[in-house]
């Protein structure tokens, strides 16, 4: 589903198609490489505690929106920057 397109530039390893763009859906590894999480522990600890985007469940894998992911790490990074001045 994902990764049957190529030359990605989004520089989280997926693979994009021929007009260069980027594949709605992320897996669980993908989230956890775009996201600079550890461990999949911690991401569901997001999803609990921090208001992460909840994934999709397809054919018993899980796929998170980008969008959904990008807009909840700016937001993230925003407050964690308001927190150190």
């Not at 461990?39 to 899980?62: C, H, V, Y």
């Amino acid at each position: 589903m994902i990764n049957n397109q190529k030359n990605c530039k989004c520089n989280c390893n997926c693979k994009n198609d021929n007009n260069n763009e980027t594949p709605r859906l992320v897996s669980t590894k993908q989230v956890l490489r775009i996201t600079g999480l550890a461990s999949i522990n911690t991401l569901k600890k997001r999803i609990k505690d921090a208001g992460f985007p909840s994934p999709i469940k397809e054919n018993r894998r899980l796929y998170w929106d980008r969008q959904e992911v990008t807009d909840w790490l700016d937001v993230y990074i925003s407050k964690k920057k308001q927190l150190k001045t």
